[in-house]
């Protein structure tokens, strides 16, 4: 254990924090800091910055919120494979996780592994005040270092600053650990993951991009194959506005000059999807909350009546001028072509209406009007004016818009007092509200997890990570169950290890 310098305890005003945040490095230096004592409000959380929760200042609260706002988007989360290996148990299966999750690098001077695991349940077993006089108070370790056992990255802006400067850092990463979920300790083996599935009557699945990726559509953010990483040539200051619904009424071409890329381009469905079907068959299968795109739920034979498409489909689209609705497939050579395309009733009624004839402008109108790229049939045609068509938008959910009601009535009137087993499949459980719903379903349900990388948000009972078809084939066949996919080959072989340093998150691979 290293030994922390003589700092107060963990308080700091909230002047300190603005200055800690400052580009005046001299700040940095002269940031006092209180010497109240640490408290817990009644949720059992750290109070570790400006004044006490039940303070009357109301112009404190206000700038107490903007600086942990601000330190909030300066955070850059890390995961546990960015941990340092440290022991002979957590080097033991070292490369093996590095061949699956691909990680970026380790942290220099972090917790090891085993120590992260330690300091979590040592927080979760005494309580923040207990646990920071145990760490911080009694010099066992820094602020700098025990911030990377609650997946906080010590920030480089504060590089060779006195270490209660990772106070506010340590206080947001402490409080998050505190409002996860708290793992169920009785589920660790894969023979717990396979009896979940036996005795399971009404499972709920989450799922995400990742149950499609062996199809060859690309999810959205792994960080060299996944969508937002290959649109940097559309020129937006963040790829997620391609799916934002304002840029599209003001520019659809911008978010059809990729829709082809996660359009599906076959009728089939991968063998996860087909795990899910056969949960269906089983009679075991409550509700499939899916977050993608692609309908191929449908394909792989998923009823309506047990389907949530939470952000919608390309089944269907509509006009965002007269809300005209077509079958997906009317859009589909369109879209394919990069094309934008158009309302046909809109046309009709618009060829209608004018007797076939083009309406002129008045003379001026619209000159030196710059035409944005949308505008594929205002074609400026000897000074006269065509109505223009309504465009045609998936019925895709995008950000700016409501998920569909069926998702918040099903959840909440009658999927969380029947689930009694939780899957989430291909999916980081980044967006929301999908990303809560499991912290939404009763403590006491058990919850797995079926992706290529873990989440260091969400604490899951059991964590199986892998290629998802691989998983999802290796579960079927220690439960007899007969998942028949031409993507699975005959006589696979799958090795399964537990990861050194957790009780219950096992890395699959297949023997080649």
Same mark, same amino acid.
């Given at each position: 254990?290293?030994?922390?310098?003589?700092?107060?305890?963990?308080?700091?005003?909230?002047?300190?924090?603005?200055?800690?945040?400052?580009?005046?490095?001299?700040?940095? !230096?002269?940031?006092?800091?209180?010497?109240?004592?640490?408290?817990?409000?009644? *949720?059992?959380?750290?109070?570790?910055?400006?004044?006490?929760?039940?303070?009357?200042?109301?112009?404190?609260? !206000?700038?107490?919120?903007?600086?942990?706002?601000?330190?909030?988007?300066?955070?850059?989360?890390?995961?546990? =494979?960015?941990?340092?290996?440290?022991? =002979?148990?957590?080097?033991?299966?070292?490369?093996?996780?590095?061949?699956?999750?691909?990680?970026?690098?380790?942290?220099?001077?972090?917790?090891?592994?085993?120590?992260?695991?330690?300091?979590?349940?040592?927080?979760?077993?005494?309580?923040?005040?207990?646990?920071?006089?145990?760490?911080?108070?009694?010099?066992? $370790?820094?602020?700098?270092?025990?911030?990377?056992?609650?997946?906080?990255?010590?920030?480089? %802006?504060?590089? !060779?600053?006195?270490?209660?400067?990772?106070?506010?850092?340590?206080?947001?990463?402490?409080?998050?650990?505190?409002?996860?979920?708290?793992?169920?300790?009785?589920? +660790?083996?894969?023979?717990?993951?396979?009896?979940?599935?036996?005795?399971?009557?009404?499972?709920? /699945?989450?799922?995400?991009?990742?149950?499609?990726?062996?199809?060859?559509?690309?999810?959205?953010?792994?960080?060299?194959?996944?969508?937002?990483?290959?649109?940097?040539?559309?020129?937006? *200051?963040?790829?997620?506005?391609?799916? =934002?619904?304002?840029?599209?009424?003001?520019?659809?071409?911008?978010?059809?000059?990729?829709?082809?890329?996660?359009?599906?381009?076959?009728?089939?469905?991968?063998?996860?999807?087909?795990? $899910?079907?056969?949960?269906?068959?089983?009679?075991?299968?409550?509700?499939?909350?899916?977050? +993608?795109?692609?309908?191929?739920?449908?394909?792989?034979?998923?009823?309506?009546?047990?389907?949530?498409?939470?952000?919608?489909?390309?089944?269907?689209?509509?006009?965002?001028?007269?809300?005209?609705?077509? =079958?997906?497939?009317?859009?589909?050579?369109?879209?394919?072509?990069?094309?934008?395309?158009?309302?046909?009733?809109?046309?009709?009624?618009?060829? *209608?209406?004018?007797?076939?004839?083009?309406?002129?402008?008045?003379?001026?109108?619209?000159?030196?009007?710059?035409?944005?790229?949308?505008?594929?049939?205002?074609?400026?045609?000897?000074?006269?004016?065509?109505?223009?068509?309504?465009?045609?938008?998936?019925?895709?959910?995008?950000? !700016?818009? *409501?998920?569909?009601?069926?998702?918040?009535?099903?959840?909440?009137?009658?999927?969380?007092?029947? /689930?009694?087993?939780?899957?989430?499949?291909?999916?980081?459980?980044?967006?929301?509200?999908?990303?809560?719903?499991?912290? %939404?379903?009763?403590?006491?349900?058990?919850?797995?997890?079926?992706?290529?990388?873990?989440?260091?948000? /969400?604490? %899951?009972?059991?964590?199986?990570?892998?290629?998802?078809?691989?998983?999802?084939?290796?579960?079927?066949?220690?439960? +007899?169950?007969?998942?028949?996919?031409?993507?699975?080959?005959?006589?696979?072989?799958?090795?399964?290890?537990?990861?050194?340093?957790?009780?219950?998150?096992?890395?699959?691979?297949? $023997?080649?």
């Amino acid at each position: 254990m290293t030994s922390a310098i003589d700092d107060p305890p963990l308080k700091a005003s909230t002047l300190d924090i603005i200055d800690l945040a400052s580009d005046d490095d001299s700040s940095i !230096g002269d940031a006092s800091v209180r010497e109240d004592p640490i408290r817990e409000d009644a *949720s059992g959380q750290v109070n570790a910055v400006g004044e006490d929760l039940d303070g009357s200042d109301e112009s404190d609260d !206000g700038l107490l919120w903007d600086c942990e706002s601000l330190y909030e988007d300066a955070l850059e989360g890390m995961g546990d =494979e960015h941990l340092c290996y440290g022991g =002979e148990r957590d080097m033991r299966n070292k490369n093996l996780w590095q061949s699956l999750t691909e990680p970026n690098g380790l942290e220099p001077g972090a917790c090891t592994l085993e120590e992260a695991i330690a300091y979590r349940q040592q927080l979760r077993t005494v309580g923040s005040t207990k646990f920071l006089m145990n760490t911080i108070q009694s010099h066992a $370790i820094t602020a700098k270092k025990l911030c990377t056992a609650f997946g906080i990255r010590p920030p480089t %802006f504060l590089e !060779g600053a006195p270490d209660r400067a990772y106070h506010i850092f340590l206080h947001l990463g402490i409080n998050r650990e505190l409002q996860k979920r708290a793992k169920l300790v009785q589920y +660790n083996t894969i023979d717990d993951v396979v009896q979940l599935l036996k005795e399971a009557k009404n499972i709920i /699945v989450i799922t995400g991009a990742g149950i499609s990726t062996s199809l060859g559509i690309p999810d959205f953010r792994s960080k060299e194959t996944g969508l937002y990483s290959n649109l940097a040539h559309l020129g937006l *200051s963040d790829p997620q506005e391609v799916f =934002e619904i304002q840029l599209f009424r003001e520019d659809p071409s911008i978010f059809y000059s990729i829709a082809k890329d996660i359009l599906p381009s076959a009728d089939k469905f991968s063998p996860t999807h087909g795990f $899910i079907h056969l949960l269906q068959e089983k009679g075991k299968l409550l509700t499939n909350y899916t977050q +993608n795109i692609d309908n191929l739920e449908i394909i792989a034979g998923i009823r309506e009546d047990k389907l949530i498409q939470c952000h919608g489909s390309f089944a269907s689209a509509s006009c965002i001028k007269c809300r005209y609705k077509v =079958e997906g497939q009317a859009i589909f050579d369109d879209v394919k072509a990069g094309k934008v395309p158009r309302c046909s009733r809109c046309i009709t009624e618009n060829e *209608s209406s004018n007797g076939g004839k083009k309406r002129k402008r008045g003379a001026g109108q619209n000159e030196g009007k710059r035409k944005r790229s949308s505008d594929d049939s205002a074609e400026d045609d000897d000074g006269y004016d065509i109505p223009e068509p309504g465009v045609m938008k998936p019925d895709i959910t995008f950000f !700016g818009e *409501s998920l569909p009601d069926p998702f918040h009535h099903r959840l909440e009137n009658h999927d969380r007092e029947l /689930v009694d087993l939780a899957i989430t499949i291909g999916t980081s459980l980044k967006v929301a509200p999908v990303s809560e719903v499991v912290g %939404f379903l009763p403590p006491s349900v058990p919850q797995i997890y079926i992706s290529r990388e873990p989440v260091s948000h /969400v604490n %899951f009972d059991l964590d199986l990570l892998g290629d998802c078809d691989v998983v999802v084939a290796e579960l079927c066949r220690r439960l +007899n169950w007969d998942l028949q996919h031409e993507m699975i080959p005959k006589g696979q072989k799958v090795d399964v290890q537990l990861q050194d340093g957790y009780q219950s998150r096992h890395l699959f691979k297949v $023997i080649e």
